[in-house]
């Protein structure tokens, strides 16, 4: 799919004439610039860390979200929005981490999912290392 996306962009690029002055090439850089970036963003929100391979780990991806909500973090707002989720009388496995509080936020999960009922489940730490960088 990264490939399709550079795919899209290298013939723009081929297309510059070498003749193309510089000022040109800095008024056409921000159309080319746009065109990759938008076929990256279609293939980014699937493309995640051999790291995490382990973890089967899941990734949402949605059309524009029109009922955002936010929630503080620190010392900002952090947006997100509320995804409904059957857990009931289901068997789960989830993996939490990596973070600097490893604990509380496995502590946090085994609440959420007491309090959704699940037949069973079971909460691993993560094998990633937290990275605050």
């Given amino acids: 799919m990264l490939n399709q996306a550079i795919d899209v962009v290298l013939p723009a ?43 089967k780990e899941w990734k949402a991806v949605s059309a524009p979200i029109t009922n955002l909500e936010f929630r503080s973090q620190g010392d900002f707002l952090r947006p997100y929005f509320a995804v409904p989720l059957d857990l009931a009388n289901k068997y789960m496995k989830v993996v939490v981490g990596p973070s600097p509080h490893a604990e509380l936020a496995r502590d946090s999960c085994e609440l959420l999912i007491r309090w959704r ?16 960088f």
């Fill in 13 to 55: 690029l081929h297309n510059i004439p070498s003749s193309t002055s510089i000022d040109q090439l800095h008024q056409d850089a921000p159309k080319l610039v746009d065109l990759f970036l938008g076929e990256i963003l279609k293939v980014a929100p699937i493309i995640k860390d051999r790291g995490f391979e382990e973890e």
């Fill in 117 to 132: 009922n699940p037949l069973r489940y079971d909460i691993l730490p993560s094998v990633v290392p937290f990275r605050n």
